[in-house]
């Protein structure tokens, strides 16, 4: 080679070795790329290949990643090769070619070849290895986004302002260990990552979603696209093969919209507030899509202070039961009464309506409808005792106990405890969403109907009624809830108003018997008795009372009913 080649060589290796020894500062690519390709041409290569693999199994196999440095189309054979171990273990190789119509390389001509292959896979590997380390830091082995790169996300976004017109969410897809069992593992994996890419296509160049594990997801999305994420999630068909399979997918989630001018001083700024939505969606009672707000925690507050408190409170006799009586709006004497709880609590008496639904959460409500069932149980002993007339008592029952295969056992122990004959008891119960709660309350109204114990359906028209429920299962007495009962100045063509009559019709039709709840006034009671509905409870004939006015009733020829 002669001198000016030389020269030219040099000056070109000085460049390259300068342009790739940059570490803190972004490399010029273009140019490491135009010098190399430069120098290749000099020393008559026509290829350049660079080859990285993760571990040594890797290469092993031949998998590696394979980079095309330089390329002049020309057909060559590999002239020479290094390879070396990065600091981070994996193995990057060079391997260049050469035209076999070349005269082989001269040892001065090998050696350059040598020293500039090391000093381009040393570049070509450490800026590789830094995406690699990325992906590592930010993607989980499925390939998801992890919480790191979220938390980077929010960290990125953290001044004022820079977050206005997004919204953050916390979501679990539901039933997913059913899918799984379903269709198996690797097609799981396949719906799950093709829900994952609705999501991300939805929350679109501005947003992000993480794999917090399992089937637990966090993501941001614009305001204006809230509407149709919370569609998506509420349910999605999702296609999962070529064939066009597909399954629905459904998920469970908190909400956090962030306000204009949100400053973010720690991540939980945002995590803490879209997993504590998560965790109220994901009790069911406040619906799937659960929003924070300050209300909501307040609420959440209460809700485990009356949690903490209740074992005492049962312990030490705050639970009261009242009666409210049923009456026959043919004679308006009382032909029933309903337990209902109360909790007194320093001077105070609380409704229902603040501690059923927290108790309902947890077991603890199953307590509470044991004391009530025993309390009645022992009341209606007492009124047997002292000879006084005696009806039959309701008792409601949570859902809650569909679960509890010895239910039957423990509440015929609690009758039998206190030598009631089985006719003055009747269970309440409510109506059922999932086929599963389905096939358990037909277990335990036909076990109850064996015991000669009354069962009613409560609520009957509220929630999710469904005709099959009174078709299927052998009830002894439809509770109408008060959503059917016309109001005082309704038209008898209303759709309400047909609707009671039709309802009341088909359940005396088919031999049940048939109470109308929430009868506050006499011209409902007037719609009753036009349509031979013989019982009623409600305001119009007393609230939910203390025991002892109870007793009252009962010692009472009759009410008025002729208003
Ligand atoms: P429910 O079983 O449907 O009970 C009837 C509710 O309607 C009672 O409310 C009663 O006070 C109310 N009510 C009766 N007549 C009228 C009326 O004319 N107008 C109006 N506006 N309301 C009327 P309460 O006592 O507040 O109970 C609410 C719900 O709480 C009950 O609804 C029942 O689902 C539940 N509950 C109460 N005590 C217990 C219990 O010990 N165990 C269980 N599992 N649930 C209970
Ligand atoms: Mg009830
Ligand atoms: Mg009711």
Known sequence: MNDDKTLRFYELFEKLASATQIVNQKPD????????????????????????????????????????????????????????????????????YMSPDEPPLSETELSRVDLTMRTALTFISRNRLQVIAEELAFFDDMGYRNIRSFFNYITWNAQPGKLDGMVSLNYNLRHFSLVNEEIGHDLGDKVMRAHYEGVTQICGKRGIVSRLGGDSFVCFCEQRCL????????????????????LTVSARAGVFVVPDGFEVHDINDIMGKIMQAYKIARGGEKGHIVYYDDELIADRERAKRIAQRFPDALKNGE?????????????????????????????????????????????????????VLETVCANIRKWLDEGRNVVRISVNLSRRHMLNDRLLERIIGIIEKYRVPHKYIEIELTETTTDVEFRDLQRVVC??????????????????????????????????????LPLDDEESTSVRSIMFRHVVAMTKEMGLE????????????????????????????????????????LDMQRYPIDF
């Open 319 to 371: 639970f009261k039961v009242f009666y409210q009586p049923k009456v026959n709006t043919v004679t308006g004497e009382i032909c029933g009464g309903e337990a209902l709880s109360r909790w007194f609590r320093k001077g105070r008496i609380i409704p229902p309506s603040d501690f059923i639904s927290v108790l309902e959460e947890s077991s603890d409500i199953c307590k509470l409808d044991f004391y």
């Open 447 to 484: 076990g109850l109907q064996a015991q000669n114990i009354y069962t009613s359906v409560d609520d009957f028209g509220m929630g999710y009624s469904s005709l099959n429920l009174i078709r299927v299962i052998p009830w002894n007495v439809l509770k109408v809830d008060r959503c059917f």
């Open 29 to 96: 690519i273009p140019l490491v790329e135009s010098l190399l390709n430069e120098i290749s041409a000099m020393l008559r290569l026509s290829k350049g290949v660079t080859r990285i693999y993760r571990n040594p199994a890797q290469e092993e196999r031949d998998e590696g990643e394979t980079m095309i440095s330089y390329d002049t189309g020309i057909q060559g054979v590999p002239v020479h090769t290094v390879r070396f171990v990065t600091n981070l273990m994996s193995i990057a190789t060079m391997t260049v």
């Open 514 to 553: 048939c109470i109308v709840e929430g009868v506050e006034t006499p011209a409902q009671l007037n719609v009753l008795k036009e349509n031979s509905c013989e019982q009623a409870q409600g305001f119009l004939f007393d609230r939910p009372l203390p025991v002892e006015e109870f007793e009252k009733r």
């Open 227 to 246: 509407q149709e994420l919370l569609e998506y999630l509420n349910e999605s068909a999702v296609v999962y093969s070529e064939q066009g399979d597909s």
